[in-house]
């Protein structure tokens, strides 16, 4: 299964219900500090939605929740390594995808056997505040060069107009979040990213 080159992330499925009509076909759901049952109807409803319109969903974190919802993605950071059962999503079907910083990362990731491999943050982040600061896009040729036929997924600080450098870099996905959910106009954003990476 080849991964669309569009990889938005959203925390809410409202999103998803503005977005997937323009036509993503690859999204992360990613919601922090819900209650379960929240949760639980949050990511139901973007299971949903993303069978609707032919489009891949990748749950953050929530491993055990995309096992009981029998979702086909699920994106861990390095922390949520620390607590995952892998074997278990491994049992479940569920494809990985895992964040990385350094090369310590990369090299727990890979033992993993993943099925994508995210850097970040290529350029400096508004979303949270991270220990590693701007990589650049000469670490994605690094990391291209150390993965392989692996898809390598750029994120952090991404707009549409550094997509094209990332691509050139080595990445073969670009992961964008405030650069469409802080935008004046989310749906336009949206339809360029899609101009740009198609």
């Excluded at 049992?91 to 850097?119: C, F, N, Q, W």
Aim: hydrophobic share 45%.
């Amino acid at each position: 299964m080849t991964l669309d080159r569009f990889y938005p992330i959203f925390d809410d499925v409202v999103w998803l219900e503005r977005m997937l009509p323009l036509g993503v076909k690859l999204v992360q759901l990613r919601i922090k500090d819900a209650a379960d049952d929240v949760l639980h109807a949050q990511v139901a409803q973007a299971a949903a939605l993303c069978r609707k319109h032919g489009t891949i969903l990748i749950l953050n974190d929530y491993w055990q929740l995309a096992i009981d919802l029998e979702c086909d993605w699920i994106h861990l950071g390095q922390e949520d390594l620390d607590t995952a059962d892998i074997a278990a999503i491994r049992r479940a079907g569920i494809k990985l995808g895992i964040s990385t910083h350094d090369h310590a990362e990369l090299d727990r990731a890979l033992a993993l056997s993943p099925d994508y491999v995210a850097l970040g943050p290529v350029y400096p982040t508004k979303l949270k505040q991270m220990k590693w600061h701007r990589q650049g896009v000469e670490k994605l040729s690094e990391w291209k060069g150390l993965i392989g036929d692996l898809p390598l997924v750029a994120i952090g600080g991404m707009t549409v107009e550094r997509a094209a450098g990332a691509f050139e870099a080595g990445a073969d996905i670009v992961s964008a979040v405030t650069d469409i959910t802080w935008h004046d106009d989310p749906e336009h954003r949206v339809r360029q990213w899609l101009k740009a990476t198609r």
